[in-house]
Each structure stands twice: as C-alpha cells, then as structure tokens.
C-alpha cells in the first residue's frame, strides 16, 4: 500500500516557480561522464551557462556515468576513467558545477552496475541541496504565480521507433498523452524537435529528442550509424506570459542562443 501511495505521489507531482518570468530548462542528454568520448568542451560550457544564467534549471536525462555492469564490465578496460573517478565525476556534474537542477533520471546504464544506489546515496548527503532522483520516467507540472501550469514528461525513453522519425516513441507519448506540453527522451544519442498543435487534445505538445555528449562511439559505427555533431542539451523556454499554445514553449538545440532568448524575454 506504501509502495503504491509513494509512486503516485509522484504522478504529476508539482514544482513551482517563484515568480512570473519566463523561465528556461536545460535537458541534458545521456552525459557519459567517464566515456572517452565525452564532449567534455560543451559539456562544460553547458553546464557553466547553467550555472551563470538567471531563471534557468537543469534537469539530467540519465545516463550520467557508463557504469558497466554483467557481461558489459570488461568494457572498463577499453576507458581511461576508473571507477574512483567516475563517481568523483558524477558528484562534481550533481553539487560543484552550480547547476541548479529540478531533478535527475535514472537510465539504464545506471541499472547495469550499482549506479543508482551509489548516486542516491551520494545525493543524500547533500540533506537540503539533495536533487530528485526519479528511475527512468518522471511526470511533473511546473506551476506559476499567475496561474500557469506546464506539464512535462521526461523519460530517459519513451517505447517505439522508427528509422524514419527519430522522436517516434516520443510521438506516441504525447499522441496518449493528456495535454502535455514538452516530452522528452535521450538514451539512443541522436536529436530531435518537432510540435505541431493536437486539436484533439487542445494542446501543442513539444516533443523532443535529446542526443547526449558520448562522441566517438565505436557501437554506432559497427551498427552503421552517423554519429551527429550537435543537439547534446536541449534548452526549453517556458514562458508563463505567452497568449498563444505555440509561444508557450520554445526549444533551442543551440543552448547559447536559447540563453540569450531567455535573458532577452527576462529584461
């Protein structure tokens, strides 16, 4: 009975903003802390203007470390990381890199090792500045001052895909959905946007599919796969002052061109 009076309790669970601005969300896909191939250059800018710019939040779609696990573990002897450091890694990106985050996800590199026990117990020592840790899906609502509310889905994936539309399983989402204004996914690193408005639903979900920063991925070459250069973080602007669906929620895969938006709406 506890178990299923805490799970849904975190059904649409609310987060409110303290005031009326326009606020913005960085969506960091899949970080690969300790992967060789990690764009540690973006990465780093992202999580600076994180940091450093008023009014905007992150959120971790999972993945943070590749923590091998099963049959997988040999892999550690092809990364230069240890295991000591990835955490250290994993702990600087949840406290000392500043990011103010609504919360992170757990995916399913976190479920191959001990991952998401050691991160759970890594965050709780943090009492008060501890961030919430959600197992692969979490469904909230931003809420605001003037009555505003933005209801998001974020998932480290959503189940269908298609090799012709890379946010298939996030269509489907929102298509049997409620009314959800963003969904989005990482966990297959490659990238998406689309919205379009749902009659039906009278709603104009975005939806969207984020890449992650794991570069120089000898899988996706033996499997055939372009590797794509950008749409590592996407950056959603929700503004609560909109009077249209569409302009209540804008996307930027440039995440320093969506910082200059947001700090332009701001002002």
Request: proline share 4%.
């Amino acid at each position: 009975t506890q178990r299923l009076a805490n799970r849904s309790a975190k059904k649409w669970y609310p987060i409110q903003i303290k005031g009326d601005e326009p606020i913005g969300v960085t969506f960091f896909g899949d970080p690969h802390l300790d992967d060789n191939g990690c764009n540690w250059p973006v990465l780093k800018r992202h999580a600076d203007l994180c940091r450093d710019t008023e009014g905007l939040y992150g959120i971790n779609i999972g993945d943070t470390t590749n923590c091998w696990g099963g049959k997988l573990v040999r892999l550690y002897a092809n990364q230069d990381t240890s295991v000591k450091t990835a955490r250290r890694l994993a702990e600087w990106f949840l406290v000392e890199s500043g990011i103010k985050w609504l919360l992170w996800l757990m995916g399913n590199h976190e479920h191959m090792g001990d991952g998401a026990p050691i991160l759970e117990e890594m965050n709780r020592r943090y009492g008060t500045r501890a961030v919430p840790m959600i197992d692969w899906k979490a469904d909230f609502v931003l809420t605001f001052p003037n009555g505003q509310e933005f209801k998001i889905s974020a998932a480290h994936d959503f189940p269908g895909s298609s090799q012709w539309n890379p946010i298939h399983g996030v269509v489907k989402a929102a298509r049997f959905g409620d009314q959800i204004d963003v969904l989005i996914a990482g966990h297959k690193h490659n990238w998406g946007v689309s919205q379009w408005e749902m009659a039906e639903q009278g709603s104009a979900p975005l939806m969207i599919r984020t890449r992650g920063y794991k570069h120089l991925d000898e899988y996706a070459t033996k499997i055939g796969a372009h590797e794509q250069d950008e749409g590592q973080a996407v950056l959603v602007i929700f503004d609560p002052t909109s009077e249209t669906r569409a302009g209540r929620v804008m996307a930027f895969v440039d995440v320093e061109r969506g910082v200059d938006y947001l700090n332009y709406l701001r002002r």
